[in-house]
């Protein structure tokens, strides 16, 4: 639901048509019959998938349901003058390989990053003037540590080791994300050259060993463990162990009580920008200012991207093979490959003729945990939150700790085990985990001057309500409030700043972006649907059993978050199987 401005801020100018739109408009890009490759959906993987087949040569049409690329990275003016990232809001995993090859940059790509990242504010603690105390972390270690001791010295001390172990584990984790799984289906069934060729897919596994050396034990139990069991090894501040457990449960329908929890933080710091590890920033003009960087390079080099152009299904020829799309208004487009960059649920049980694939493929498909804890918000304020733990200057501009992700409800990691344990009941989380960011901190253009953007990403919110409820809009208003409140406590003012709201459940995402069940990553990043069974086990090298279709989104390797790595490795799987004919 998303309500007007109240016409208090001076409004801003529209952004600029597009360079993609340009493109393709000065190419007279009509539709055609025939395309080399066809991908379904722009997404930002998809758009990816496009940009680099046809730098190969392979002559590619993107098709795109909604009337604006981006997929789940997008930006959209809901109130007047004020400009979100809808969905995806912060960028960080992009690969290198990507921003170089498919030169961003020169594409209108202008990142801001974040520094401190960080902030934890505390509720007042007790009776008294006594001032909340934060927790601010950033890229100064000193400081950091600075931060840290006014919870713990013991902490501070060893938070340099920490990250340096958090940081290895990255590193052997990141060959990993830009090669496809080692391909256990050529290992069982393949012939004798099969078998050899994939011999060369266990080179990045082996070269994580090599980097994690006599350490594998520990790192090991980091991908398996509760991240509770982790963090109480290393640390014994709550405040500290909330914010870091915060990553590993964010977008996942998971406690940090949860086995596994711990890759999903791994997921989140294993990213960079601009040479720096770890971290994250916005995107000037917002996320859809990255989608249509993408799409610039792709409509560049000769590739068609259309907009409100649904596919309804996967043409398949007698002889078992993908021979193009149908649209939704009955237009058949051949091609030689089909792309999908919808989720494995889509492409698999809703686009493809079932009759071509095997039913025990359909049934591990129709079985992915695809459950969401998330409610975005998005919403315009007339002025900053001022945090009663760090308050704003006379001059109203923004603070450091402004640009940060900030933690609300985080200072114990009970209180997240809390708020995971109402949605498993069927409830809203009754103080719900808060990741409150404003991008119009660092990027003025998003907002009207003296205005702000602020994204609410909150957990936990179940698809389902008890008693099988609907989340209609008195549902959605009624949580909205309690997550409004909650910040009032920390922020007072913030609600009578609110200009309007835009609340995007499970459901409304699922929706308006396609994504099942409301889960960002498509299926769920646990353990049991990562690597070798993203998205099932045998299949998880972007190929499927239909001869020419691929995934290239979210629900294949190596997941979710705006990366990239699965639009690119599709791209290539296809290119390679297209020069072997």
């Known amino acids: 639901m998303a309500a007007s401005g109240r016409g208090l801020c001076r409004a801003v100018a529209a952004s600029p048509f597009p360079a993609w ?3 393709h408009t000065e190419a007279g890009g009509g539709l055609k019959p025939e395309y080399d490759a066809v991908v379904i959906g722009a997404g930002h993987n ?5 940009a680099y087949l046809q730098r190969l040569g392979v002559n590619t049409a993107v098709f795109e349901r909604r009337h604006v690329i981006g997929g789940a990275a997008v930006t959209e003016e809901i109130v007047p003058g004020f400009k979100f990232s809808r969905a995806s809001y912060l960028l960080s995993l992009l690969r290198p390989q990507i921003y170089n090859d498919l030169e961003l940059k020169k594409h209108g790509l202008r990142l801001h990053l974040r520094n401190p990242y960080s902030f934890t504010p505390m509720l007042q603690e007790g009776a008294g003037s006594k001032v909340p105390r934060s927790l601010l972390l950033g890229t100064d270690m000193a400081e950091n540590q600075k931060q840290i001791a006014q919870f713990s010295r013991k902490d501070a001390q060893v938070f340099p080791r920490y990250e340096e172990f958090m940081h290895r584990l990255a590193l052997a984790i990141d060959p990993l994300l830009d090669a496809a799984p080692v391909d256990m289906a050529a290992f069982q069934r393949g012939s004798l050259l099969q078998r050899i060729k994939s011999l060369s897919t266990l080179k990045p596994l082996l070269k994580a060993g090599r980097i994690l050396g006599a350490q594998l034990p520990q790192y090991y139990e980091v991908l398996t463990a509760p991240i509770t069991k982790v963090l109480d090894q290393w640390f014994e501040s709550e405040p500290l162990k909330a914010t870091l457990a915060t990553d590993a449960v964010i977008g996942a329908m998971a406690s940090p009580r949860t086995p596994g929890s711990g890759y999903v933080l791994l997921h989140h710091v294993m990213g960079g920008l601009e040479g720096m590890q770890g971290a994250w920033g916005y995107v000037q003009g917002g996320m859809g200012a990255l989608s249509d960087a993408i799409a610039s390079s792709a409509t560049t080099h000769g590739a068609s991207i259309f907009t409100e152009k649904t596919v309804a299904k996967v043409q398949v020829n007698s002889e078992g093979c993908v021979q193009g799309v149908v649209l939704e208004d009955g237009t058949e487009v051949r091609s030689k490959v089909v792309l999908s960059n919808t989720s494995p649920q889509i492409t698999f049980l809703k ?39 760090a308050p704003n200057g006379p001059r109203d501009q923004p603070l450091p700790h402004h640009q940060c992700s900030i933690h609300l409800n985080c200072e114990d990691t009970l209180l997240l085990h809390q708020a995971f344990e109402d949605a498993v009941d069927g409830l809203p989380s009754h103080r719900p985990m808060i990741e409150l960011c404003i991008p119009s901190a660092l990027d ?28 209609d809009e008195q549902e959605r208003d009624a949580y ?11 922020a007072p003012g913030f609600k009578d700043s609110v200009v309007g709201r835009d609340i995007l459940t499970p459901p409304d995402l699922e929706r308006i972006f396609g994504l ?7 299926c769920a990043m646990s353990l049991d649907q990562l690597y070798f069974a993203r998205p099932v086990p045998l299949h998880s090298g972007y190929r499927c059993p239909l001869q020419g279709l691929y995934l290239c989104g979210s629900g294949a390797h190596p997941g979710g978050g705006v990366m990239g790595a699965a639009g690119r490795n599709a791209a290539h799987a296809a290119f390679r199987d297209l020069k072997s004919k």
């Open 516 to 522: 099942p069940g409301g889960n960002i990553f498509h």
């Open 444 to 471: 003025p253009t998003l907002a009207p001057s003296g205005c702000h953007v602020v994204s609410l990403f909150t957990q936990y919110t179940p698809y389902t309500l008890a008693g099988g409820k609907a989340w």
């Open 21 to 23: 739109r340009r493109a």
């Open 46 to 50: 998809g758009l990816v998938a496009a």
């Open 480 to 490: 909205a409030d309690r997550v409004f409140d909650c910040i009032e406590v920390y």
């Open 351 to 389: 686009l493809t003729p079932q009759e071509w694939l095997p039913e025990e493929f359909l049934e591990k498909i129709s079985q992915l945990d695809t459950r969401s804890p998330v409610t975005k918000i998005n919403v315009a304020v007339d002025r900053l939150p001022s945090f009663l733990a």
